[in-house]
């Protein structure tokens, strides 16, 4: 009797995951790797987020700071686990090998090597913050120094330090095309580079093809960045062929330092990821794609692809991210990252040790969004089933009426909007009027988690709602 094809999934299903949630031990999966960034309200503890990395076959994991209850649940579980160096600190620990091996003695040896640090990533894109140019960039490669010294005081030589890039400071090169016209500020990154040359360390790069196809999205087919064909692409400096939206991304930072005289330094890939939902002004954005892209980025790290300019290079990378966290500013692609929803439930199936055959996967929900939204939208108070914070939302409220020109106007005493008389109603018509008026320089319908946007037109009686197509 034939096995029909339903049941070779379910069997395959159950043959896929059983493997990585491995009870104790070093026998972590060799996945990709995870962000646990952790801006979010009431996200799993750290003993059950190893286990929802272990369960997606993660093999190494990313943390933004040194907790000691994270670093602690790490241990004995095998995963390798890069911690970053908080901007902040790091003029301190350029200023002070006290000080940076202050920070060693705090942050990893009471963890280490139970659990396996592998990487100190000194700042997060630092060469993307402009109001730090003076105060911090010189002092990136000092801040490393000090922190390898201290590393090889206490003979610690399997933990290597690194830092991360941005695309957007690379020159040019990452879009518009082509990667060999790309290049960075070399006052700043050749002694960084030289630093990684001579510790046989990674430049870690947070690429993300989504933010490049949003941008771009006449002339990048959705297709390319998301590993699914979409056609070819021919590099005129170097004949280099790319079939994909990330290897011009690295490719483009390979290039960079070449030109600085770094061409053979490692690279690494610190962030990348699809956002699974967004604002209904923006594109692609839904679990569909997020999928699609993480699934392939999986499988096809699994065979170290490399670059088409360093075929078969091995490179460590890391997924953004565990959860979808709800505390990050910023549009709604921000607070939509996630493998994980907030309440520790799976946004969607994912293998990230790559083994899965993509057509295992049971089906995706068809992808909404991919062209814009065409309907009007408005911004009100978020329905968070009735736990509304009263103080917060009056301090929001009051300081969307202090934006922007008559902002509030019509919920004064006597107006069209004042009825009903609740902070609640109030908030709702002021985040609209604040975002309709100022959307266009940047503001965003968030107010700190409280407001979201809405399709449906809040307006009642004579009070009136603009929307974003009024
Ligand atoms: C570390 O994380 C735990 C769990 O999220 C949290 O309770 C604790 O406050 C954090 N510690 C520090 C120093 O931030
Ligand atoms: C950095 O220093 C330069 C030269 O002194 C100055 O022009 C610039 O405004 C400073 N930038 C910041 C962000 O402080
Ligand atoms: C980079 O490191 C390699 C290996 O140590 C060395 O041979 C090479 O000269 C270094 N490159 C530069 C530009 O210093
Ligand atoms: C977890 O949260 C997601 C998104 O809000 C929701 O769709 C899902 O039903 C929740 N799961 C559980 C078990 O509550
Ligand atoms: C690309 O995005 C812009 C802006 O969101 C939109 O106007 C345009 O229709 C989009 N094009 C395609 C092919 O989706
Ligand atoms: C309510 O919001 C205020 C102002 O943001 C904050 O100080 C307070 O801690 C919040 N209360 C609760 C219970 O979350
Ligand atoms: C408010 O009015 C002032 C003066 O007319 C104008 O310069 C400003 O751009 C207006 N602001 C908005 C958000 O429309
Ligand atoms: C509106 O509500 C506020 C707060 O509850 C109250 O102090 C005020 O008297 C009300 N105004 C009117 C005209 O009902």
């Known amino acids: 009797m034939a096995v029909p094809a339903t049941v070779w999934a379910l069997l395959l299903l159950a043959a896929f995951s059983c493997c990585h949630v491995v009870a104790n031990g070093r026998s972590a999966a060799h996945g990709v790797g995870v962000n646990y960034g952790r801006v979010a309200d009431d996200i799993p503890p750290p003993r059950r987020s190893v286990e929802l990395l272990r369960a997606v076959g993660a093999g190494s994991v990313k943390i933004y700071d040194g907790n000691s209850s994270v670093l602690r649940a790490l241990a004995g579980t095998g995963m390798r686990v890069s911690i970053m160096v908080p901007n902040e600190i790091i003029p301190g620990l350029a200023a002070s090998a006290a000080a940076a091996d202050r920070w060693v003695a705090e942050n990893l040896v009471p963890y280490y090597p139970e659990t396996r640090v592998k990487y100190l990533l000194v700042g997060n894109e630092l060469l993307s913050d402009y109001s730090i140019a003076n105060s911090t960039w010189p002092r990136i490669v000092p801040a490393m120094e000090n922190l390898h010294a201290s590393l090889r005081r206490r003979r610690i030589s399997s933990v290597k330090i690194s830092t991360t890039l941005a695309m957007d400071a690379l020159s ?13 500020a070399g006052a ?19 690429a993300y093809p989504y933010f490049v196809w949003a941008g771009n999205n006449e002339t990048v087919p959705l297709e390319y960045a998301l590993f699914q ?5 021919v590099d005129p400096g170097t004949g280099l062929t790319y079939t994909n939206m990330l290897d011009e991304m690295l490719d483009a930072v390979v290039v960079a330092m070449a030109k600085l005289g770094y061409g053979g330094v490692k690279l690494g890939i610190a962030e990348t990821g699809w956002p699974n939902g967004g604002d209904y002004e923006q594109i692609g954005g839904n679990v569909h794609n997020a999928a699609i892209y993480n699934r392939n980025l999986a499988a096809r790290m699994a065979k170290n692809p490399g670059t088409p300019a360093r075929p078969g290079a091995k490179m460590p990378v890391f997924v953004f991210s565990l959860y979808n966290e709800d505390l990050k500013p910023g549009p709604g692609t921000e607070r939509h990252w996630g493998l994980y929803y907030a309440n520790g439930t799976a946004v969607y199936p994912i293998d990230l040790t790559g083994a899965r055959p993509l057509w295992s996967y049971p089906p995706l929900p068809p992808p909404e969004n991919d062209t814009p939204y065409k309907g009007p939208v408005w911004c009100v108070l978020a329905d968070r089933g009735g736990k509304l914070n009263l103080t917060a939302v009056g301090d929001a409220l009051a300081y969307a009426c202090g934006q922007g020109n008559g902002t509030c106007a019509t919920i004064q005493p006597g107006r069209e909007c004042f009825q009903p008389n609740t902070t609640a109603a109030h908030a709702s018509y002021a985040f609209n009027s604040y975002w309709q008026q100022l959307r266009k320089n940047g503001a965003t319908c968030y107010f700190n988690n409280l407001a979201e946007e809405t399709t449906k037109d809040p307006s009642h009686g004579s009070c009136k709602f603009h929307s974003s197509l009024d």
Not at 172 to 184: E, H, I, L, Q, T
Not at 229 to 233: A, D, K, S, V
Request: hydrophobic content about 30%; aromatic content about 16%.
């Open 172 to 184: 040019s090169g990452s879009f518009p095309r082509p990667p060999s016209a790309a290049g960075v």
């Open 188 to 206: 700043v990154v050749r002694p960084l580079l030289r630093f990684l040359n001579g510790t046989n360390s990674y430049y870690f790069v947070d």
């Open 229 to 233: 064909g979409g056609g070819r692409y």
